[in-house]
């Protein structure tokens, strides 16, 4: 896409610290409101506390019930959005190139006004990060808020996602993870930052910081950080199957 070398490819993206993500939704919530009035919206909203609720979301959580032998339950909150994936597959099969990644920065978006609403691109995305909004009959993702990152009219503590600035707890980092010094990089390499679902080979710009090691006395999440043979993380290794069923 680009004859820059690797290391010095712009790769804008998340680092999502699943350690410190405490599951209160104010990214998703930051996001819906930021997005339905920005280059990606309107986000439609159908009656919203009714009985049938419908719309289209950029940015979820999801939360899993780690059940062990012993001990009490534990619950994980993922978020997950578009991973800005270095092979995106929903840009290969779009059949009108609607679906685009951008080589100045690595931003995956979607060209709405080209997108025909063929859904090719929400089966060809192995994370689901896709959702065809209800109302326009069109594609929708999150677009890591570009109308905000490069808006000069802000506060430049703005300019990152509303997800990333929102979030109470720090779980959400932005930067450019093309840039092996950048904090985002560093942040990766020193807690051994995780690709999702390696095996797809869509090289996710996105990371994912596992738990932190605790005490297997007294920490219920041990077992699935320890290594194995054949997956050296067995937390990240059980979410991936976990993801796979959703």
Not at 95 to 123: F, H, M, Q
Not at 197 to 216: F, S
Request: glycine content about 8%.
């Amino acid at each position: 896409m680009t004859d820059l070398p690797p290391a010095l490819q712009v790769k804008l993206g998340l680092v999502i610290d699943l350690d410190t993500c405490v599951g209160c939704h104010a990214c998703v919530i930051a996001c819906k409101g930021w997005n339905t009035q920005g280059d990606a919206g309107p986000l439609a909203d159908a009656d919203a506390y009714g009985k049938a609720p419908e719309g289209a979301f950029l940015n979820r959580v999801h939360s899993f019930e780690l059940t062990p032998e012993t001990g009490p339950a534990q619950i994980v909150h993922f978020p997950k959005s578009c991973l800005h994936c270095e092979t995106a597959p929903c840009v290969t099969v779009c059949p009108t190139g609607a679906s685009y990644k951008r080589v100045e920065d690595g931003i995956v978006l979607v060209n709405e006004t080209d997108c025909i609403g063929c859904g090719l691109c929400a089966w060809a995305c192995p994370y689901g990060a896709r959702e065809m909004d209800p109302v326009e009959k069109v594609m929708k993702k999150c677009t890591l808020c570009v109308d905000r990152i490069y808006n000069e009219t802000l506060p430049e503590v703005d300019r990152v996602p509303a997800c990333v600035r929102t979030c109470p707890a720090g779980a959400r980092h932005f930067g450019d993870l093309g840039d092996p010094d950048s904090a985002v990089s560093q942040l990766v390499a020193e807690r051994g930052g995780y690709d999702l679902m390696p095996d797809q080979e869509t090289g996710p710009v996105n990371k994912y910081l596992p738990p932190r090691p605790r005490d297997a006395e007294i920490d219920i999440l041990a077992p699935f950080l320890e290594p194995v043979a054949e997956e050296p993380r067995g937390f990240m290794a059980w979410l991936d199957r976990t993801l796979e069923r959703i």
